[in-house]
């Protein structure tokens, strides 16, 4: 059944399956790219329908981004992903390989973005939401199962699209539900905390600090744009104290990786330091005898 199953992550490719994964990849980020260009400047020919940025900057709520930081991050992760696709014609079969087992996902993943896109401008918050939560499901499956792509290809296809969905999530369904009100405001100032928590668990758990500096990315985002919105509100205040807990974790966790030590800043292979101190203790009667 595996062989049958396009998310199936495999050994190797042959090269049907490899040639259309080098067609459909290009062509569903080109989609993305067409799209989000076209929409970014042009309305939908709809009663109340608007631009991407236009919609954002409508319907403010606590969870509303900085559209100018938001776009500087799409472009970014948007041009990783050509890297991530010449990985696709690479010559190295491993390399080829690895960037083939997330195209599915991939190319789904863009194909959700589209739909968002088209639901998001014409008013449909519901039904951008919907789309979110499967794109954040299957965003959330490609994590977890894919961890070991290099950098360029886990920043492109894994973690800057993850982070965007968890951050999209919060937003489109605070647009959805109308929460710009004083209670709603509290509901945000907790709930803030939750993304907080759903980040922090996977940066440190998984020790990604390529998803880490993502999300501190769209943090910022969310302060700055908070700081904007009201100034005197917590909800700006506990952007910017997230956003450094997050920019603190990674730096901490990328210190660990190139310094070779683990999350307890201890060496691979060394024992622990209740190990050490008993050593003396457990040489002891040896010695005596």
Not at 134 to 161: C, D, E, G, M
């Amino acid at each position: 059944m595996a062989t049958y199953n396009p998310f199936a992550k495999r050994e190797s490719h042959d090269r049907f399956s490899l040639g259309t994964y080098r067609v459909l990849v290009p062509l569903s980020w080109a989609l993305v790219v067409i799209v989000g260009i076209y929409y970014s400047s042009h309305a939908p020919d709809v009663k109340h329908g608007h631009t991407i940025w236009k919609q954002a900057n409508k319907h403010i709520t606590p969870f509303s981004l900085s559209t100018v930081i938001g776009g500087i991050y799409w472009v970014i992760v948007l041009l990783s992903q050509v890297g991530y696709v010449y990985h696709l014609f690479s010559n190295d079969a491993a390399v080829a390989t690895a960037a083939a087992n997330v195209g599915s996902h991939f190319i789904l993943n863009n194909l959700f973005i589209f739909a968002w896109i088209l639901l998001w401008t014409r008013n449909h918050f519901w039904g951008s939401e919907i789309i979110l939560i499967a794109h954040f499901l299957n965003q959330k499956t490609t994590y977890w199962r894919h961890r070991t792509l290099p950098s360029i290809s886990h920043f492109a296809v894994v973690a800057a699209p993850y982070a965007w969905t968890l951050i999209t999530l919060f937003w489109n369904g605070a647009v959805a539900v109308n929460s710009n009100s004083l209670p709603a405001r509290i509901v945000a100032n907790v709930f803030i905390w939750v993304l907080f928590a759903l980040g922090s668990t996977h940066i440190l758990a998984t020790q990604d600090d390529i998803l880490g500096y993502s999300l501190s990315f769209l943090t910022l985002a969310l302060a700055v744009k908070q700081f904007g919105v009201k100034i005197i509100s917590l909800q700006w205040i506990f952007a910017i104290v997230i956003f450094a807990i997050f920019f603190a974790e990674s730096i901490y966790i990328t210190l660990t990786k190139y310094s070779g030590r683990n999350v307890f800043f201890r060496r691979a292979g060394q024992p622990a330091a209740t190990d050490r101190e008993r050593e003396p203790l457990l040489n002891e009667p040896a010695q005596s005898a």
